[in-house]
């Protein structure tokens, strides 16, 4: 049966990626505030009919922009956010030869858990 993922991790290799993964939900966690920030000044500027544009659409523009970029470097190794004010990630990896999601967040020290595909966060379980 072909396997639904190109990348699979093992627990190790999602264990290495930690700190940097912690450092790329700061960042976008730090620009979706900023966005709301902005996006709240725009809506305030186009509702009194005012020309928007200038700094606050360039702040803007600049977060998207930084966003994205985060969410190339997800993307880019395969790694699936689910929840991201959580911080809740998902890494395929094959467990026995079946495909299942090492499941980590943010608050946890370590990957100890992982579910089905299908399953999502309420079918954790604790790895052995």
Known sequence: MPHRFDKHYTREEARELLPQIRQWLAELNRQREAMQRFETRL????????DVGGETVNNWIRSLAAMQAALAEFQKR?????????????????????????????DEEDVEFW?????????REKLP
């Open 43 to 50: 809506s305030g500027l186009t509702e009194a009919g005012k």
């Open 115 to 123: 579910h089905d595909l299908d399953t999502g966060y309420t079918g």
């Open 78 to 106: 395969r790694i699936f956010i689910k929840d991201l004010s959580r911080g809740l990630v998902d890494f395929p990896a094959l467990i026995g030869g079946r495909e299942v999601f090492l499941c980590w967040e943010q």
